[in-house]
Nanobody
């Protein structure tokens, strides 16, 4: 059983920064997704087991950075230059069976992820 515990959400003004954390019970491919009210859940970022490979949604490239500390089994999402449209519940997720090197692997697909955190609210005021 994979356990994921998120923290770090909150209220911030537009242009500000927040860092989300997700503590996992092991080392897996990890992704961050978000869901705004009335919208479908969408991919934000993903990172390989080693941390050597990352992927981002176009909407957050250059503003968000995903990283991990494998000694702590923790993944981070550093969010800078936040915009009102970044307001959402953010979820971390774990794909505990796959590797980035798997043929045809697409880290942005929700169906790849077997375990999900409880979500943390990020609100950006304009």
């Amino acid at each position: 059983q994979v356990q994921l515990v998120e923290s770090g959400g909150g209220l911030v003004q537009a242009g500000g920064s927040l860092r989300l954390s997700c503590a996992a019970s092991g080392r897996y491919i990890m992704g961050w997704f978000r869901q705004a009210p009335g919208m479908e859940r969408e991919f934000v970022a993903a990172i390989s087991r080693s941390g050597g490979s990352t992927d981002y949604a176009d909407s957050v490239k250059g503003r968000f950075t995903i990283s991990r500390d494998n000694a702590k089994n923790t993944v981070y999402l550093q969010m800078n230059s936040l915009k009102a449209e970044d307001t959402a519940v953010y979820y971390c997720a774990a794909d505990w069976t796959a590797y980035y090197s798997d043929s045809g692997y697409t880290p942005g697909q929700m169906k790849n992820y077997d375990y999900w955190g409880q979500g943390t609210q990020v609100t950006v005021s304009s």
